[in-house]
């Protein structure tokens, strides 16, 4: 049986939307156990993360209720976040994978400079100094301080990491933007669809 009936397009949207639950969940957790064990201490870090969490939970608390429903009105607003969303994550995803090195290297100083807490975690877990060069003034946390061998910068460290991570958040950004438009063709789809057990009458 071909997935088109009112009861396969309800099931797939509910499914859709306990699967961003179950994503905004795990990243409010990882935030937290970030936090628990110190790896993270940066607050602003840590709060972006739980508020992309928080609000990815909110979607798809709209547009569960909307699906078990079938609330014209909550489908409605729920595939218009949804398309915004996709939106801004798809752009957001596609200039990940598009950054050359020099422009990786450009926004990770730029992150470096204008994040102090998150420059402690990463000196103190990379066991590094400094961005490019380690001014002995400046406070290090990183164990290599105490040694007598001499501290790296943490630039040529991170680098090697930069390109994979961008291309693993541009990938997962890239994944779940078409699971984005895909929830907003079967809302679409859902709204107009006529409840089998509903007063055909009633149907607005």
């Known amino acids: 049986m071909v997935c ?9 949207l509910c499914a ?21 064990f110190g ?10 993360v739980i508020a992309v969490g928080i609000f990815l939970f909110l979607i798809a608390l709209v547009g569960l209720i ?8 909550l489908l409605f607003f729920y595939m218009i976040i949804l398309l915004l969303v996709f939106i801004v994550q798809f ?8 950054l050359n090195q ?36 400046d406070t290090c946390l990183a164990s290599c301080v105490k040694s007598d ?7 040529p460290i991170i680098g090697e990491y930069a390109g994979e991570v961008l291309r693993f958040v541009g990938g997962i950004g890239l994944f779940f933007s078409f699971t984005e438009i895909l929830g907003v063709w079967l809302t679409y789809r859902y709204r107009n669809q006529k409840d089998p057990r509903a007063n055909p009458s009633a149907f607005l």
């Open 39 to 48: 790896l993270i201490s940066s607050l602003r870090v840590v709060g972006v």
């Open 66 to 73: 909307g699906a078990v429903k079938h609330h014209q009105v």
């Open 91 to 98: 752009s957001v995803s596609c200039a990940c994978l598009a």
């Open 149 to 155: 061998h001499p501290c790296s910068p943490c630039a």
């Open 102 to 137: 020099e422009q990786q290297g450009q926004l990770l100083e730029v992150g470096w400079n204008n994040t102090a807490s998150a420059r402690n975690d990463i000196q103190r877990n990379l066991n590094c100094c400094g961005f490019r060069s380690f001014n002995p003034n």
């Open 4 to 12: 088109g009936g009112f009861a396969c397009s309800k099931n797939c």
């Open 16 to 36: 859709l939307n306990l699967l961003y639950t179950l994503v905004s969940l795990l990243l409010i957790g990882i935030a937290a156990w970030g936090i628990g």
